[in-house]
């Protein structure tokens, strides 16, 4: 398990996106229900978040809840909502401490009022901070989103505001939830599973993807590091050839 010290503070990921899986298989492991997986959970984002703080990564986006997890047992939906009001209050001060912004995508409408107005107040409160901008995906999937932008897009075409010949990637990147924030470096996933789950799946074009069997419950700091070494030992070519990264690489030197 690599350090602090392993990483090269040169070349640290802007942005690094996770899927936070293995909660349920965690909890089932000690015998539990699966909500106390999530609420095991809650220190493995404590450290994922002083990592990414630690590290100066701009953004740390988290798949917190999908659009699919509507479909979960409703006592599992209620308390996951029920925990998402706790551990917002009680990591406040934390997030405060560590100078970290926190902001929400996905269809917030669909969250519970109280999971909603204690999410947007911890928003309220963190809007100053400066260092790392944590991003909770809360009611998100990516076919959502894109579907949500198409549907604006539209709108605006037929309102006289928008061509189609004015349409391409950069424009339906403004439609996007995440227009405000640069793709993913590096995406972390655990529980061993080896897919994306309806994840930015547009943001995640050249995306670098780490995958481990490690439960989400266990996660810890060390295992952040590990996952930021691994990226800063791959080549991201974007489509060029090997030779060009590398003479690239050297004339910027």
């Known amino acids: ?9 040169s070349r640290v990921p802007k ?69 998402m009001i706790k551990a917002v209050k009680e990591e406040t ?15 917030m409408n ?6 909603r107005l204690s999410m947007m107040q911890c928003v309220k409160d963190t809007s100053a ?22 549907k604006t897009i539209v709108n605006d075409a037929s309102a006289g505001n928008l061509k189609s010949d004015d349409v391409n990637e950069e424009t339906l990147r403004e439609y996007l939830s995440t227009k405000d924030i640069p793709d993913p470096d590096l995406l972390i996933r655990t529980g061993g599973e080896l897919r994306i ?19 989400w419950p266990d996660f810890r700091q060390g295992d952040f590091y590990e996952a930021v070494y691994q990226f800063q030992n791959r080549q991201r070519r974007f489509g060029k050839t090997g030779d060009q990264v590398t003479h690239s690489d050297g004339q910027s030197q």
Not at 49 to 59: D, G, M, N, S
Not at 61 to 69: A, D, I, K, P, V
Not at 110 to 115: K, T, V
């Open 110 to 115: 669909r969250i519970p009022e109280a999971s």
């Open 93 to 107: 001060p934390t997030l405060l401490k560590n100078n970290v912004r926190l902001i929400t995508i996905g269809d």
């Open 15 to 83: 942005h690094v996106a996770i899927i936070m899986d293995g909660n349920g298989r965690w909890a089932q492991k000690q015998s539990q229900m699966r909500l106390f997986g999530h609420q095991s959970a809650v220190q493995a984002v404590r450290d994922a978040v002083e990592a990414a703080a630690r590290l100066q990564v701009a953004y740390l986006t988290l798949y917190t809840f999908s659009t699919e997890n509507w479909n979960r047992p409703q006592e599992e939906v209620d308390g996951l909502m029920q925990l």
């Open 129 to 150: 901070n400066t260092g790392t901008t944590l991003v909770l995906a809360l009611s998100y999937s990516s076919r959502w989103e894109i579907a949500e932008a198409l």
């Open 197 to 215: 789950s309806n994840f930015l799946l547009w943001q995640m074009a050249y995306t670098e993807f780490y995958f481990t069997d490690l439960l």
């Open 1 to 9: 398990m690599k350090t602090l010290q392993d990483i090269d503070h």
